[in-house]
């Protein structure tokens, strides 16, 4: 092979040219009578690799299976997961699976829980909740794994899929043990909240869903907030600890997104500069942290997940009046809503409110008639109001009294020749904002 542009394909690729690099190794693939045993398959690989970041995946498929026919080339489990990844952009998780198996059957893959993880997204997306906790359970355990929340996190979506709550909890709580960004944190207490109130353990869920909103950067789900609100009325009657576990109602969306999306950061193989998997984190943690927790889930059998998948259809139909719940919740909310928001109309609040009206007024009092001047103020008097009104971009409000269908503001505005005036503006409703009826001035004796 050319080696001279082999390494100038790489450093293009480096560089982040994927272009340039898919014709340098191009080119060196048409010097067939030059290569080397394995160097077709190393060639084919990398390819693949620029396609991917192409974002052409069917045709990067077709390049990976060039690399896996040349025998004499040892990076199977790699070519393979990036196959994985591959059919798994195209949504065909079937073959994405099929994939993911043959990359962990290989000995000589080093990183097998990344093809783990693969494959458990894929089986979720498959509808097959128990495989999928078997792969994510393997990617949790891998000695080579350098951070299993992930796959605890998933694992615990599993969980809850095949209404294990108290599995899930477990779970949940292993990954809580592990540094993790904020966003992953907040989804994993709300999973960990919706994972307590289906086990019954009301204060738990309180805490572990005021955890995830706590900083206000991240919002729970539908499905979180109904047991949000469930787990606050529960502890408010006292019931915070229940006997009877409560139907599992978790939003089953999972964490990882790696089964929807290109797989953007293909596996390298020896020869290949080193690159950044985007679905783990880059510290590494000790392999022995999560082993003082509750490991009862990692003991399940195979066999055990399997049957726990079998019955599923017959725990669905046990959860169906939980729509019911949810739309009771529901009316409920609207209510507070609507009896908050009248409550809010009679006490003055409106919108646009009558602080933006006046301020409005002022900015631009040559446009004011057709935006802040209530209708039925006749066109002489509008314009005898607005004679009065100097343009003022930072009018000072010293005063507001407000009512259900009237408000008055005391406004001090400076005047373009210099100095100051005070204003009296009298404002009415307008539907659920307000509009200017009167502006006077108002001397400072009457403050």
């Not at 307590?196 to 206000?216: H, L, R, T």
Request: some cysteine; hydrophobic content about 40%; aromatic content about 10%.
């Amino acid at each position: 092979m050319n080696n001279e542009l082999f390494n100038r394909a790489r450093a293009l690729y480096q560089a982040r040219d994927y272009q340039g690099a898919l014709s340098a190794f191009s080119q060196c693939l048409q010097d067939g009578a030059r290569l080397a045993p394995g160097e077709m398959g190393l060639l084919y690989h990398q390819i693949g690799n620029c396609l991917i970041k192409l974002k052409d995946p069917g045709e990067a498929i077709h390049a990976y299976t060039q690399a896996t026919a040349d025998a004499s080339y040892d990076a199977c489990g790699s070519v393979n997961y990036n196959l994985g990844m591959a059919y798994a952009a195209l949504h065909d998780y079937e073959n994405a699976v099929r994939h993911f198996e043959i990359s962990v059957s290989d000995a000589k893959y080093d990183t097998p829980y990344k093809a783990y993880i693969g494959m458990g997204n894929a089986l979720m997306k498959l509808g097959k909740s128990a495989e999928a906790g078997v792969a994510f359970r393997e990617a949790a355990l891998d000695e080579g794994n350098p951070d299993p929340t992930k796959a605890l996190l998933n694992l615990g979506v599993c969980f809850m899929a095949l209404n294990r709550p108290v599995d899930a909890v477990a779970s949940y709580e292993s990954a809580l043990q592990f540094d993790m960004v904020p966003d992953i944190r907040h989804k994993l207490y709300a999973n960990l909240g919706q994972a307590y109130v289906a086990s019954g353990q009301m204060q738990k869920a309180v805490n572990a869903f005021e955890q995830a909103i706590s900083d206000k950067t991240y919002f729970l789900s539908d499905s979180a907030s109904v047991d949000y609100q469930r787990a606050v009325a529960a502890v408010a009657q006292g019931t915070a600890e229940l006997t009877q576990v409560m139907p599992a109602t978790a939003d089953m969306s999972g964490l990882d997104v790696t089964a929807d999306g290109i797989a953007v950061y293909p596996e390298q193989d020896p020869y290949a500069y080193p690159d950044q998997d985007p679905y783990f984190y880059v510290d590494g943690y000790d392999q022995a942290g999560y082993q003082g927790a509750d490991e009862r889930f990692f003991t399940a059998s195979d066999e055990e997940l399997e049957q726990w998948s079998r019955g599923l259809a017959k725990q669905e139909r046990k959860r169906k009046n939980v729509g019911l719940k949810v739309l009771v919740v529901f009316v409920l909310l609207i209510l507070l809503a609507f009896g908050a928001a009248v409550f809010a109309y009679t006490q003055g609040y409106g919108y646009p409110s009558q602080e933006t009206v006046v301020k409005q007024l002022f900015a631009d009092p040559s446009a004011a008639k057709e935006n802040v001047i209530a209708k039925d103020v006749g066109d002489d008097k509008a314009a005898a109001m607005l004679e009065l009104v100097p343009q003022d971009n930072d009018v000072t409000i010293d005063g507001m009294d407000k009512s259900m269908s009237d408000s008055t503001a005391y406004v001090t505005a400076d005047l373009p020749e210099g100095g100051q005036m005070k204003y009296k503006v009298s404002l009415v409703r307008d539907m659920i904002g307000w509009k200017v009826a009167n502006v006077d001035y108002y001397a400072s004796s009457q403050y």
